[in-house]
């Protein structure tokens, strides 16, 4: 009996997974991905870097590469006219917003990809979900303040204006390559590989990327954190060491 | 050489802050204001989070303001009586201008409340500088004389707690030099800036002080100020950026020497003229940006 019971939990929680994940019967077999390095180091001198996945695509489809770094709190506001002057007068705050954001896509692009696909698997910019937190729905109002985030987000170079292209080696083997820009928020991301046949998802694959403050610069931004008292005390005395030190260099 | 910043987590240009640092410690040598007037918007414009600006350049204040008044003080351009009233009046100030700065940031209205101020108290120093300076300069008069001349008015004179301050040889209420002091510490905390170029004026023509006596006594109690002011935004805003400020601190005392040097050479009213033009030119931009649509309506902030 407890046998059987195992067989039953099997096909209830193994089946409805293998048809949700598409046919495969090749699941996890069909693609493999890896990043040229797991992790981005920030250091006194960095200045933006490179984020290259490898992979090997053993089906025929198309396939994505979306990157996210950590999720933030976002508050969009939107300035109105009073008496004359621009200010503040509305606002939205998001609350799953990436802190990062690209994507890559093979072949013609998504425009052939099912948008339901796109939105669940959050594709391309237009696919993102925000998590707006508002009192009204209004779905309008709404979208401008989303698509002014996702302006801005671009203007500071952390989104991406359109797709970046997945380039064929040789064969099945490919590779993406995405710009990681200077002002690059820490956190863990994460960069998810779909490959992708008649609208469907048939493979599929995570990994991780560490982007940190090592060294000095790590120092510092603990400091600050931990020992914020420690921390403005020592920037007090450097601030007084210095002015004086210049006089006394003047003697 | 790009740098990368680690309070506020972006690469910048190390050069072009020297260089910022450098000419705002000219402004402060010459003319005794700390010039974050113009330090903030410029700092915002590179890239760095407003609150960092604001928060860093605090810092810096304590250091250019050091290095100034060490100047001034030994050519007996400081009134300590005086520097330490405003100072206790400043540290006031500051406390109070930090939970100013923190409820603004709340409402997102931080660069509406700096805007105002900028042009209500540029605009109106300036226009009262410039008329004041060319004429001085048409009269061949200093300002000094003028003032003397003149009775400190009514409701001043009226005020209790009166002292002697014999090296500006003033006989006036403790309550005006601390109020100075007081605003001057609510503009730290909010503007990130030291508030000489609200302070020299007032000390000038409120108080009745000498320029030279009034930009070094005004260096001297902002030292106190930012440093306080400093203190909270690091402690309680978390938003300091210490490389940031060594950055601005390299450039700024080296500016600040040759300010000095060149403040004896230029003639009062001329260094005042030009102050008053420059707060001007400042306050005009502010305006413009304020009144006239903006491009992007929308903006964002990490909450």
Known sequence: MPFVLFILSFMVFAVPNALAQGSGRDYGQSLAVDLASDHVDITTGFHGSRLVLFGVQKQPGTLAVVVKGPERTMLVRRKGQVLGAWINTRSVKFRRVPSYYDYAISGTGKNKLPTDLLREHGIGLDALYFDPDVSREDAAYIRDFQEALIRNKQAQGVYPVSAKPIKFISGDFFRAEFYMPPNLPSGRYEVHTYLIQDGDIIDDKITTLRVAQVGFNASVNRLASDHAFIYALLGLFIAVGAGWSINLLRR | ?303
Do not use: C
């Open chain 2, 1 to 303: 050489m790009y740098i990368y910043l680690p309070v506020a987590e972006i690469s910048i240009p190390a050069e072009s802050v020297l260089l910022l640092g450098g000419i705002v410690g000219f402004l402060s040598g010459v003319f005794g204001v700390g010039g974050g007037f113009l330090t903030t918007p410029f700092l915002i414009f590179m890239g760095i989070p407003p609150a960092v600006a604001v928060g860093t350049q605090t810092n810096q204040l304590v250091a250019s303001s050091v290095a100034g008044s060490i100047g001034h003080w030994r050519r007996g351009n400081v009134d300590f009586k005086i520097g330490l009233i405003m100072m206790a009046g400043g540290i006031g100030g500051s406390i109070v201008g930090i939970g100013i700065f923190t409820l603004l940031q709340w409402l997102g209205q931080v660069d509406l409340a700096i805007s105002i101020l900028y042009i209500v108290l540029l605009g109106g120093i300036g226009i009262m500088m410039l008329t004041e300076s060319i004429w001085a300069a048409t009269h061949k008069k200093t300002v000094r004389d003028q003032f003397n001349t003149q009775k400190v008015s009514g409701f001043i004179a009226k005020l209790p707690y009166k002292m002697r301050f014999p090296r500006s040889k003033l006989y006036i209420s403790a309550l005006v030099p601390g109020g100075i002091g007081f605003v001057g510490g609510i503009l730290a905390s909010v503007m990130g800036i030291g508030g000489g170029f609200l302070l020299v004026p007032a000390m000038i023509y409120i108080l009745g002080m000498s320029t030279i006596v009034a930009a070094g006594t005004s260096l001297f109690q902002i030292i106190f100020t930012t440093a306080v002011a400093s203190l909270l935004h690091a402690v309680i805003n978390g938003t300091v950026d210490l490389l940031l400020a060594i950055l601005l601190i390299i450039g700024g005392v080296i500016g600040t020497q040759i300010g000095v040097h060149m403040g004896r050479s230029i003639k009062p009213s001329h260094a005042r003229m030009t102050l008053a033009i420059l707060v001007l030119l400042v306050s005009l931009q502010l305006s413009y940006n304020m009144f006239v649509r903006p491009a992007e309506l929308y903006s964002t902030v990490l909450w």
